[in-house]
T-cell receptor
Framework: AQTVTQSQPEMSVQEAETVTLSCTYD???????LFWYKQPPSRQMILVIR??????QNATENRFSVNFQKAAKSFSLKISDSQLGDAAMYFC??????????????FGTGTRLTIIP | DAGVTQSPTHLIKTRGQQVTLRCSPK?????VSWYQQALGQGPQFIFQ???????QRGNFPDRFSGHQFPNYSSELNVNALLLGDSALYLC??????????FGSGTRLTVV
């Protein structure tokens, strides 16, 4: 079974600074997807960024980028130029693609990010 | 384009009762998944419905059951509620092989 670990329950960063959230995972599969989701107080899970394991290039979405280290099974999220609206719970998630229908997401326990004005 | 709609937003039930939660998927989506998120935890997969059938199930007891209707909407039913069933229940819809869109969830409190 796949597991996802987020070892930082809480992080804080000054507005406009850069912060990195850590995530490690365990799987025996060779191909899969990894995600970072943001959950603000509104409770809705919002996709931040997605990485396909077969792609060596790290995904980037505007101020958000990842450092994907497949051999180390590490998937960190870097947020540049932090903004007040970035404050939320951030969840790392794994999804396998080895079987049709095997589309469940396995989440970590989350990191609460606070932005200091 | 409406996203995923869940109802009700909040619910309080007594231990031993039964509850039904509802989810309308995003327009064009045919797959619905349900997740349970306990306070301070990440969401846990309950089950997924596609073509009105349960396609995959997580490690949840048979007290948790579901249904998908021909219009792709879905219900989550929980029987014999326990205090430990108190959680945020998230619905996510998708097209097969594509990304998820989540709803804002139903907060269930069992007293």
């Amino acid at each position: 079974a796949q597991t996802v670990t987020q070892s930082q329950p809480e992080m804080s960063v000054q507005e406009a600074e850069t912060v990195t959230l850590s995530c490690t995972y365990d799987t025996s599969e060779s191909d899969y997807y990894l995600f970072w989701y943001k959950q603000p107080p509104s409770r809705q899970m919002i996709l931040v960024i997605r990485q396909e394991a077969y792609k060596q290039q790290n995904a980037t979405e505007n101020r958000f980028s990842v450092n994907f280290q497949k051999a180390a099974k590490s998937f960190s999220l870097k947020i540049s130029d932090s903004q007040l609206g970035d404050a939320a719970m951030y969840f790392c998630a794994y999804r396998g693609i080895s079987n049709f229908g095997n589309e469940k997401l396995t989440f970590g326990t989350g990191t609460r990010l606070t932005i200091i004005p | 384009d409406a996203g995923v709609t869940q109802s009700p937003t909040h619910l309080i039930k007594t231990r031993g009762q039964q509850v039904t939660l509802r989810c309308s998927p995003k327009s064009g989506h045919d797959t619905v998944s349900w997740y349970q998120q306990a306070l301070g935890q990440g969401p846990q997969f309950i089950f997924q419905y596609y073509e009105e059938e349960e396609r995959q199930r997580g490690n949840f007891p048979d007290r948790f059951s579901g249904h998908q209707f021909p219009n792709y909407s879905s219900e989550l039913n929980v029987n014999a509620l326990l205090l430990g069933d108190s959680a945020l229940y998230l619905c996510a819809s998708s097209l097969v092989g594509k990304g998820y869109t989540f709803g804002s969830g139903t907060r269930l409190t069992v007293v």
